[in-house]
T-cell receptor, first 113, second 115 residues
Framework: QKEVEQNSGPLSVPEGAIASLNCTYS??????FFWYRQYSGKSPELIMS????GDKEDGRFTAQLNKASQYVSLLIRDSQPSDSATYLC?????????????FGKGTKLSVKP | EAGVTQFPSHSVIEKGQTVTLRCDPI?????LYWYRRVMGKEIKFLLH????????ESGMPNNRFLAERTGGTYSTLKVQPAELEDSGVYFC?????????????FGEGSRLTVL
């Protein structure tokens, strides 16, 4: 059974701080990794994708991938109250068809003003 | 450009009844996916259409679930007869035919409550 694990939180950080969200996955052959953000009652929205080891930066967001450790993380710099949401880690497993993503349960982030 | 739209947003039915959920993908997106999140669990893949063809239905839980995408546009997901464990939020997502794998556009979901 392929699994993606996330700390459910809630993770609470003060405004302006760095929020660090972590995710581990079980399928060593996984190829593609995604972070989705979901506001309460809204649709999941893709914010970052990463495919190779290392860091990928996009504005205030940095995704980090370590395939040897089967670990993906998302850093949010200068956190804002508007970043308060549930962050979903998703993985495309080895042999998985397009769009057959394996999701974690999500980490709820709360940014306090 | 309109996003992925789903209808109804919330449906309450009794065990044994039938419910049909509808999804309108983003115009021009050949790939359409159904996912489901039951209470306390992660979002799980149900199936994937490419145009009107089922590409992968490995996540469909049982034969009480029937998905269709006639004409390759909108899709319906019918649950017949509904059971208590079918309660949850059903998400639809779409992507372009040559879109990067995994970069999906989701709808807001249809919440199904089976009493």
């Amino acid at each position: 059974q392929k699994e993606v694990e996330q700390n459910s939180g809630p993770l609470s950080v003060p405004e302006g701080a760095i929020a660090s969200l972590n995710c581990t996955y079980s399928d060593r052959g996984s190829q593609s990794f995604f972070w989705y953000r979901q506001y309460s009652g809204k649709s999941p929205e893709l914010i970052m994708s990463i495919y190779s080891n290392g860091d990928k930066e996009d504005g205030r967001f940095t995704a980090q991938l370590n395939k040897a450790s089967q670990y993906v993380s998302l850093l949010i710099r200068d956190s804002q109250p508007s970043d308060s949401a549930t962050y979903l880690c998703a993985v495309l497993g080895y042999g998985g068809s397009q769009g057959n993503l394996i999701f974690g349960k999500g980490t709820k982030l709360s940014v306090k003003p | 450009e309109a996003g992925v739209t789903q209808f109804p947003s919330h449906s309450v039915i009794e065990k044994g009844q039938t419910v049909t959920l509808r999804c309108d993908p983003i115009s021009g997106h050949d790939n359409l996916y159904w996912y489901r999140r039951v209470m306390g669990k992660e979002i799980k893949f149900l199936l994937h259409f490419v145009k009107e063809s089922k590409q992968d239905e490995s996540g469909m839980p049982n034969n009480r679930f029937l998905a269709e995408r006639t004409g390759g546009t909108y899709s319906t997901l019918k649950v017949q007869p509904a059971e208590l464990e079918d309660s949850g939020v059903y998400f639809c997502a779409s992507s372009q035919w040559n879109g990067v794998t995994g970069e999906l556009f989701f709808g807001e979901g249809s919440r199904l409550t089976v009493l």
